[in-house]
């Protein structure tokens, strides 16, 4: 007999999913996901003192995602990612080719250290500017920042909420996660930027003219709290790698690095009492404390045990296990968004049926197609609609449809070669 | 005759060679128009403000305006530079809004006899069919008051 309890929260589930993909009416996601999460609570399907637990198990991501949110917005106060942009500009020297590849470089360094939303909400603007400036067609260097943005997401640990979601189940420290992931990272990177090149060699062929030392000292309106910030990202920088080794909590790491920022600003040319609120977005926190309670709610009746269970039930191998889970979030991402997609997975994959030599290839494929899975459809992740709201506003040219065809060459090339070189570390 | 010649970022001389090639602009006034399309960060702002508190920062904001008006006044003067050559009077116009509109207007308030649009703005490739049209002449050709020259031109490099 069907459990009325799973029924309830199947359905809550997928009606809150549906709003936040949907988004009936322009509802705000945040809101659809804690409606949801309260949904799951009035019903009975988990009590009040369980949804609160869920969400307080998470403080390191809260932290992390606060304090992405501020290193983010102070670097960018300081023209961080303006300079970046007019060093990329200085670096091509006058080709418009050139200038895509770093742009696509400078965007895997950003996402490396400051994850793949400050590449795609911070770095996009910066570009099209940049492209706007020197009257190129802007559409290959808001592209090249959209894929760098989830492409060069499987770096480190911080390149993406998503792989501290994953870390927090692996529990690898730095050294065994770059040995398994960097190398499909940089075989995505290497892969997607030459696609890039390719698709788009006619449209960025044009040169251009620029002063890019008058563009950087425009950039950056006051010097000594550019270099400062600067150094104070570079031992950010160092504390992410550190931290990871150590296996310290990532979120404590995240925080300390804004505080950092925080006091260089006030340090300098004090702080703006309205700072916090200008740089953190707590409709963030919400949605994903609300994802957390409803994804809580289908695992505690053993749906998400029944969907990963199935997924995994005839694993042999790490290639396979790899293979799987990167194809399980790939197409889940798209379907109903990274973060969901990659919560679901892992609560199914924490119920303990799930051992031995295809845990970990599993959940590593997991974060793997977390990360690419998102730019096969522009509604992959926020990054990727963000962009295509670019585009069609100055383009138009290029439809939701052309962007499935670039996202159809470009996701499954860059998902393979990562999943190749993922499983091949199995092997040893 | 009084010639509305839409100019965008890019590829102002090639139109005008083929405009001139097309009806020789001797006797003609032209009326050299582009349009910024700052729709572009209203849109932006409305998807953004769902996970941001503050979607495009001022300075942000004014970085993209200044790149818009760079841009703008760089392809306004190079096809006042081309056009000077060809034409026996011309005017320039650097406007805001969305360009389709703010074009079918202007050839109205303004009193031209034509408006002269290239297919596309980036004319990789030229040959007639679906997609040849883009938004802006696409608009133009719905909406405006006025006769409608459309250029294909020939392939931009």
Known sequence: ?428 | MRILVGVAERGAPELLAELDRVRPLREDEVLLAHVIDNGMRGEVELHRGHLMPRPLPQHRARAIGEAEREAARLAAEEAAGVAVRMAAGVEVSVEEGEPGRVLSRLAELRGCDLVAVAARVDRGDLRPGPHSVGHTARFVLDHSPRPVLLLRGAPQR
Request: aromatic share 6%.
């Open chain 1, 1 to 428: 007999m069907t459990d009325p309890r799973a029924v309830a929260a199947g359905a809550v589930f997928v009606v809150a999913i549906a709003a936040v993909v949907i988004r009936p009416r322009r509802l705000d996601e945040s809101i659809a996901a804690a409606l949801g999460a309260l949904g799951m609570v009035a019903l009975g399907v988990i009590d009040p003192q369980e949804a609160v637990a869920t969400v307080l198990s998470q403080w390191s991501l809260f932290l992390f995602l606060a304090g992405l949110m501020l290193i983010s917005g102070l670097a960018d106060t300081a023209g961080f990612f303006d300079a970046a942009g007019a060093l990329a500009a200085g670096a091509a020297r006058g080709s418009g080719r050139v200038l895509l590849l770093a742009i696509f470089a400078a965007g895997a360094g950003i996402t490396a250290f400051l994850s793949n939303d400050a590449t795609a909400l911070i770095l996009t603007p910066v570009v099209y500017s940049v492209a706007t400036r020197l009257r190129l067609n802007p559409i290959p260097y808001l592209f090249a920042t959209t894929f760098v943005a989830d492409t060069g997401s499987i770096t480190l640990p911080v390149s993406n909420p998503v792989n501290i979601l994953v870390a927090g189940r692996t529990g690898l420290s730095l050294g065994p996660y770059l040995g398994h992931l960097l190398p499909a990272s940089l075989a995505a990177i290497a892969v997607n930027g030459a696609l890039l090149l390719l698709l788009f060699r006619r449209q960025a062929a044009r040169t251009f003219r620029v002063d890019w030392r008058a563009m950087l000292a425009q950039a950056v309106p006051d010097r000594r709290l550019f270099h400062l910030t600067c150094a104070g990202l570079f031992v950010v920088a160092a504390s992410y790698l550190a931290g990871s080794a150590l296996g310290l909590p990532l979120g404590a790491v995240a925080a300390g690095g804004a505080v950092l920022l925080l006091l260089l600003q006030l340090a300098v040319r004090g702080l703006r009492p309205t700072v916090l609120r200008e740089h953190l977005s707590l409709s963030l926190l919400l949605y994903v404390a609300g994802l957390l309670v409803l994804v809580r709610g289908v695992e505690a009746v053993g749906l998400t045990t029944a969907v990963v269970g199935w997924l995994t039930s005839a694993l042999r191998g790490p290639f396979e296990a790899v293979a799987a889970g990167a194809l399980a979030t790939a197409v889940g991402a798209n379907l109903i968004n990274n973060v969901p997609a990659v919560l679901v997975v892992l609560s199914g994959a924490g119920a303990g049926h799930l051992a031995g030599p295809v845990r970990l290839p599993f959940l590593l494929g997991t974060q793997v197609g977390a990360d690419l899975g998102p730019n096969l459809t522009p509604v992959g992740s926020l990054s990727t609609m963000l962009w295509l709201v670019i585009v069609r506003r100055r383009g138009v040219e290029l439809s939701t449809l052309q962007y499935l065809k670039l996202g159809a060459v470009v996701t499954p090339a860059t998902l393979l070669v990562a999943v190749l070189c993922l499983g091949a570390t199995f092997l040893r």
